[in-house]
């Protein structure tokens, strides 16, 4: 059975950090395009970040809403993949989810190239 299990959600005061960690199961992740994606209520789902294989170790893209705030990394080792969230505002707010993709198709932002997805995990940023 395949799983992506997320930890590390809570609640933070605006400015705070926290870091969302993913961990696979079931099969190997280690060259899917990993990622992360949120939905706040009343909105619908939204990308975040996502981090594709590479030789070098992952090219990594981001939405601009969180280019310089948010960090995602890897560790193939251990079928995970992180969200280190810095600088955090009220808009923020939302349940993350992690995301794997076996196959690379270009549309990174769009959630049907991912084939696997977590639970989510909630955040919520206080002002």
């Known amino acids: 059975q395949v799983q992506l299990v997320e930890s590390g959600g809570g609640l933070v005061p605006a400015g705070g950090s926290l870091r969302l960690s993913c961990v696979g199961s079931g099969r190997t992740f280690s060259s899917d395009t990993m990622g992360w994606f949120r939905q706040a209520p009343g909105k619908e789902r939204e990308f975040v970040a996502t981090?594709?294989?590479?030789?070098?170790?992952?090219?990594?893209y981001s939405a601009d809403s969180v280019k310089g705030r948010f960090t995602i990394s890897r560790d193939n080792a251990n079928n995970a993949v992180y969200l280190q969230m810095n600088s955090l505002k009220p808009e923020d707010t939302a349940v993350y989810y992690c995301?794997?993709?076996?196959?690379?198709?270009?549309?990174?932002?769009?959630?049907?190239?991912?084939?696997?997805w977590g639970q989510g995990i909630q955040v919520t940023v206080s002002s």
């Open positions: 981090i594709r294989w590479s030789w070098g170790g992952g090219v990594t």
């Open positions: 995301a794997s993709a076996p196959i690379w198709r270009g549309n990174y932002e769009d959630g049907r190239m991912y084939s696997y």
